[in-house]
C-alpha cells in the first residue's frame, strides 16, 4: 500500500503547483508484472498463501498506474507503461494454457516471476544516475524501499520452509537491491538538494 502515500502526495502536489514532479513510470509497471506473474503462479500451484497477496498487489497496481497515467505522467509515458502493462497480461494469461497443455513446466512461471522480482526491485537503481548527478533521491519512496526489505525477508523465509527455489532467489536478490537503495536514502536523505545560488 505504500505506492499510495506517493501517489496521493504527488497528486496534492500537482494540484498546488501545477508542477508534475518525477515519478518513474517503469517501477510500477515492473509492480503490475511482478504481482500478476506471482498471482498466476499461485494459482497454477493452488497455492493460496501465494496467490491471494498477489492478486491484492495486482489490483492495488493497477490502480497505481492508472492513477498516476491520469495525474502525473505525460501522454507518452502513460502510453508506455499501458502497452507494458497490456503485453504483460497478454502473457500471464497464455502461461497457464501452455503449462496446463504441457507446453511448457510450472516451474518456468515461477521462473518467469522470479525474473518480474528481481526487475522490480532493480528498477528503482535505473534512476542511480540521475540520483547520483542530483544528490536527491526524489521520486523514490523510502516507505516502499522499507518494505520491499521486510517483504522480501518473510517471502524469502516462506520459500525455504515450503523449499521453493522460485520464491527465495528473487527474494533474496530484492533484499540486496532493496538495501542497496536504503543506503542511497542513508547517504542523500528523502529531501530535494538546496541550490547555493543566492536570491
Not at 500537482?14 to 517501477?27: F, G, Q
Not at 524469502?156 to 532467489?169: D, E, F, K, M, P
Request: glycine letters at 6%; one cysteine or more; proline letters at 5%.
Amino acid at each position: 500500500v505504500s505506492p499510495q502515500t506517493t501517489t496521493t502526495l504527488v497528486s496534492c502536489l500537482r494540484l498546488l503547483t501545477s508542477v508534475a514532479p518525477y515519478v518513474p513510470h517503469l517501477p510500477y509497471a515492473a509492480m503490475y508484472g511482478n504481482y500478476l506473474n506471482w498471482m498466476v503462479f499461485g494459482l497454477c500451484l493452488s497455492d493460496v498463501w501465494v496467490w491471494v497477496p498477489n492478486f491484492v498487489g495486482t489490483f492495488l497496481s493497477i490502480y497505481y498506474v492508472y492513477k498516476l497515467s491520469t495525474v502525473i505522467w505525460d501522454q507518452q509515458k502513460s502510453r508506455t507503461t499501458m502497452r507494458i502493462c497490456l503485453t504483460l497480461t497478454v502473457l500471464a494469461l497464455a502461461l497457464p494454457y501452455l503449462a496446463y497443455a504441457n507446453i511448457i513446466p510450472v516451474s518456468l512461471i515461477g521462473n518467469i516471476a522470479s525474473i518480474f522480482s528481481i526487475t522490480l526491485f532493480a528498477s528503482p537503481l535505473l534512476d542511480l544516475n540521475r540520483v547520483i548527478t542530483t544528490k536527491s533521491m526524489e521520486g523514490l519512496s523510502l516507505s516502499s524501499t522499507i518494505l520491499q526489505i521486510g517483504l522480501t525477508l518473510l517471502w524469502t523465509l516462506y520459500g525455504y520452509l515450503t523449499a521453493n527455489s522460485s520464491v527465495i532467489l528473487p527474494n533474496v536478490l530484492g533484499c540486496f537491491l532493496s538495501c542497496s537503495q536504503l543506503v542511497l536514502f542513508g547517504l542523500y536523505g528523502t529531501h530535494k538538494p538546496v541550490s547555493n545560488s543566492v536570491v
